[in-house]
């Protein structure tokens, strides 16, 4: 039903997200995934639990349009090469889930549960040479908080790779969003907590880019 709503509403994108599957060791929710792809009429990456290719070969043909990976890559680097070379990179997405650590960056895994030792920027770069079409990059140090976005880790990513990156993590106003593209040279914006309690509208988002001189799809 939200998904459905937001796509009324303009959303460019839907990303659902099981971040406790690959913790709980478990497969993502494919009836989920299929109901939702019969609902709405835009894009939608799934993503959490994805282990094999045979798991993004079940998503894509459920209706997901991307796959997003994160702990599988982690495991197996090579898997994100296997994946984009079967099914193209442009329905592969790298979630990083990054957490500040002695100046950098740190890559964590499981739902943001499980440090990597593995340096954020390096690994972004890794994962586009290894034919990652996108990444969705969160910020765990401000997911959750609603004071914004880490733009210092949003524009060092965006500046180290020639792929999208959506930022993610501490959106608590249209500000933040703004901040997130320009300051943080961001490809794409990603929020959840301000409109699943409704606090703006997709409308109200766009509107105001678009008075900030932010192009946005109609």
Known sequence: ENARMYDQQGADEIAFLDITASHEKRDILIDIVRRTAEEIFIP??????VRRLEDIRTLLKAGADKVSVNTAAVRDPRFVERASKRFGSQCIVIAIDAK???????????????????DALLWAKRMEEFGAGEILLTSMDRDGTKDGYDIELTRAISESVNIPVIASGGVGTLEHLYEGLVSGKADAVLAASIFHYQEFTIAQVKSYLKERGI???S
């Not at 939608?44 to 639990?49: F, Y």
């Open 100 to 118: 500040r650590k002695d100046g950098g960056w740190e890559v964590y895994t499981h739902g943001g549960r499980i440090p990597t030792g593995i």
């Open 44 to 49: 939608l990456t799934v993503g959490g639990g």
């Open 215 to 217: 192009t946005v799809r």
